[in-house]
């Protein structure tokens, strides 16, 4: 009899790369488990092809998340999972309320994504004396509520620095990618196409690479911008290319399938990572880098991002995110200089295959899970 496992978050879209098509996935196919993923619909279509259960939530404003959390507990407390993996803060509490309502409750897991405590301490619009007290009383919350928890992943190691006093078992688990890669990619497209693919919004560059499109455009009008993801402020950020002409150059083209997606990194030039500076960036390396890598096409990252990677394999070029020029220089670059683009993607290809893939991580992820073999049935 297969035990019951559940991967739960109410924030992201259910087909989220990291919690979908790659921890269920891994987990479903490797290990002893009836995987059930409950997340927040999109416009990704769940026929797929897999064993995995797929439940969706409604996507609601923060202040009315709490209704999913009771569509979650309704399903944990009818269907009893042996094990369930959370991928938000916010479900903390929900952990903390399981672990007390339940007479024989599920083995609990929390996959930490973000560094919570270093994004509170950079809110500037907060004054600096109340920042602090609110970072110190988060992190005493979280903290307390994480004592309900059986295990923590990491996503980036250097998450350890604020939760050193874990007494549960812990792993990092990178976010690499999980793709078949291939000397042989398809046909570029005619045009020199930038492309980036992930979360949509300011602080991850969105307004910068419209920047970029208005900038380039006058020095060459012979590429475009493939922008593939959501986020809160697409439709702001579709409405600005419109107002600012730049709409052949640049396009939002919404949420896709990990496969389609991957066949547009394939068939562009070069990808994008323009990250703003932020305290809970300092220290990642950015998924969507190994993805570029995976496909085959050099990158331009934040020049506070992937430094130490790229000495050790140079496929792709750093730009200062907070001066549009240098973007821009960088772009133009690339742009003029087809043989760099690809020796830069042969080597990001060579590294992907050497270092960069999700095997490693996957291979983490199952072990760390044998902590939890005796869950009752």
């Known amino acids: 009899m297969l035990k019951k496992m559940f991967n739960i978050s109410s924030v992201h879209p259910w087909s989220d790369t990291r919690i979908f098509f790659r921890e269920a996935i891994s987990i479903a196919e490797n290990l002893d488990y009836c995987v059930t993923h409950v997340a927040v619909k999109n416009q990704v279509n769940t026929n797929i092809d897999t064993s ?5 939530l409604p996507k609601l404003p923060k202040l009315q998340r709490y209704k999913n959390w009771r569509r979650v507990w309704r399903m944990i407390h009818l269907e009893k999972p042996d094990i369930i993996q959370l991928h938000d803060p916010e479900l903390l509490l929900l952990a903390w309320f399981i672990k007390r309502r339940m007479q024989q409750a599920p083995v609990i897991i929390y996959d930490m994504h973000e560094n919570v405590p270093q994004i509170l301490a950079s809110k500037k619009a907060i004054p600096s004396i109340f920042r602090k007290m609110i970072r110190y009383t988060y992190e005493k919350l979280e903290k307390k509520l994480m004592e309900s928890c059986d295990g923590v992943i990491f996503a980036e190691a250097h998450y350890h620095e604020n939760y050193t006093d874990l007494t549960c078992p812990t792993v990092d688990v990178y976010n690499y990618p999980a793709v078949t890669s291939s000397s042989r990619s398809p046909e570029k497209q005619d045009i020199f196409t930038f492309a980036y693919v992930g979360s949509v919004s300011e602080l991850r560059g969105a307004r910068l690479m419209i920047d970029l499109a208005e900038k380039l455009a006058t020095k060459r009008t012979d590429f475009q911008i493939r922008v593939i993801g959501t986020g809160a402020d697409e439709e702001t950020f579709r409405t600005e290319v419109e107002k600012r002409g730049v709409g052949q150059w640049i396009s939002f083209e919404g949420a896709k399938k990990f496969d389609e997606a991957f066949q547009i990194l394939q068939t562009s030039h070069v990808g994008l990572s323009l990250l703003l500076e932020n305290p809970n960036f300092m220290g990642c390396k950015p998924t969507k880098c190994m993805e570029y890598m995976a496909a085959g096409i050099p990158f331009i990252v934040s020049d ?17 995110t907070s001066n549009a020029d240098a973007v821009l220089e960088q772009a133009l670059y690339l742009l003029e200089n087809p043989k760099v683009v690809e020796e ?10 050497e270092t960069y893939n999700w095997q490693t991580e996957e291979d983490k992820l199952l072990s760390f899970y044998t902590n939890f073999e005796d869950v009752s049935l």
């Open 344 to 353: 830069m993607g042969r080597c990001g290809l060579r590294a992907y295959q």
């Open 304 to 320: 506070f991002l992937m430094q130490e990677d790229l000495k050790k394999y140079p496929c792709g070029v750093s730009a200062q």
């Open 52 to 56: 995995i259960k797929i439940r969706l």
